[in-house]
């Protein structure tokens, strides 16, 4: 056991994957200690959570609401912030041992780069964060000896396999999807859906942007990018397959054919916990899976010709450059436009393609270039869905 707790920031702690990572790191009280934490807009329960945790430091995004944070942590020993640069000095301050970015979308890049940059270990819930700057993020990670700990299941499942293996190539790995809630749906069936029918998944719970992703496949596109950079692979050693229990959350086949798996009950604390404590196992009540309770475990192809996001995926992957920021900027653009009810459910990968076409592609862009490439998309995809 570590001589004191480790210290951890939480960027995005109101929203689900931040709010799991509370619950664990209430199980552990000699093992972490919460450093700061940060919401875009749920002042109620970051005000809770800071009073509960008394971290040094909160952050709201939402400069509007920093007085009535302010007002109601009067008298405790935490400092309260707002906005973005905000949010990016405290990723980096030296009470810090571990970033956990549990933010959603494009707005977690720059706090990330800015803990690296400061010598913080990274707990990687914010998969854009990879999509967007994988190449800068993984020089950037070498060049400061700071670990990168994945968050997401599939890539916690892949990070697992491959503990002890550091010596054997990987041959390739299979990142699991659970084709969400329209699998085997049609594209006719898939032009009237509603977002209320697209925020009912089937096996995770998850806020309502990454939900939208996964009904979309964009969110296992994200995944295949992100996939490449943590593991450094090669576009060809990505596949891609629905397993609709989402029982095995991913394998890795190694050069003499064996493959490894790591399953486990659908349950985000388990990856938060293992990215945390790596590279100990802490002891979890967690419930466990049985086999008895899912006798058929079942395997299928994604449907890439109606659920056009994934292909989408692997073509901004295989372009590289600044492809994956446009693609990324464009279907957060197009997520928030379906679930304003302005835009189709199939309308959004017309308007990921879209934006691919027309915006500047860059070959080798630094992190400002990934900014302006950032918001050149979101000015294009907003022109698009303003002409309907």
């Not at 949010?87 to 990330?112: N, Q, S």
């Not at 899976?289 to 109606?306: I, K, M, N, V």
Request: charged fraction near 20%; proline fraction near 6%; glycine fraction near 8%.
């Amino acid at each position: 056991m570590s001589a004191s707790p480790k210290r951890v920031t939480l960027l995005g702690s109101t929203g689900s994957i931040g709010t799991q990572a509370l619950d664990v790191i209430r199980a552990h009280p000699g093992r972490f200690r919460v450093a700061a934490l940060s919401a875009q807009s749920n002042a109620s329960l970051l005000i809770r959570q800071a009073l509960e945790f008394r971290p040094a430091a909160v952050v709201i995004g939402d400069e509007r609401q920093y007085d009535l944070v302010k007002a109601a942590l009067a008298g405790q020993p935490t400092e309260v912030l707002a906005g973005a640069a905000a949010l990016t000095e405290i990723a980096g301050r030296p009470t810090t041992d571990i970033v956990l970015t549990a933010m959603v979308g494009y707005a977690g890049l720059l706090p990330t780069v800015a803990a690296i940059r400061a010598g913080k270990d990274i707990a990687l819930a914010n998969k854009e964060t990879l999509v967007v700057a994988g190449q800068l993020i993984t020089e950037l990670v070498k060049k400061h000896g700071v670990g990168l700990y994945p968050v997401d299941s599939e890539h916690s499942a892949i990070f697992q396999c491959l503990v002890g293996e550091e010596r054997n190539p990987i041959e390739k790995i299979i990142l699991t999807a659970s084709g969400g809630p329209f699998r085997g749906r049609t594209a006719a069936q898939l032009a009237t859906v509603t977002k209320a029918q697209a925020l009912k998944h089937p096996n995770w719970d998850m806020g309502a942007k990454i939900t939208i992703d996964s009904a979309s496949l964009m969110n296992k596109g994200l995944e295949v990018i992100e996939a490449k950079w943590l593991f450094g692979l090669r576009d060809d050693q990505i596949d891609v397959v629905v397993h609709p229990q989402s029982i095995i959350h991913s394998l890795v086949q190694f050069q003499d054919g064996s493959l490894k798996a790591q399953l486990g009950l659908p349950d985000m604390k388990l990856p938060i916990q293992y990215a945390l404590g790596y590279p100990e196992r802490l002891p979890s009540d967690f419930p466990r899976f049985s086999f008895l309770d899912y006798p058929q475990l079942t395997f299928e192809q994604p449907d890439r010709a109606t659920f056009r996001n994934l292909p989408l995926a692997f073509e901004a992957m295989r372009r590289g450059g600044n492809a994956p920021c446009v693609l990324n900027a464009a279907n957060e653009v197009a997520v928030a436009a379906f679930l304003r009810d302005e835009i189709g459910f199939l309308e959004m990968p017309t308007l990921v393609e879209n934006c691919l076409t027309k915006v500047s592609y860059l070959a080798t862009p630094s992190l400002d270039d990934y900014v302006q490439t950032d918001g050149e998309t979101r000015r294009v995809a907003q022109e698009l869905v303003g002409r309907g």
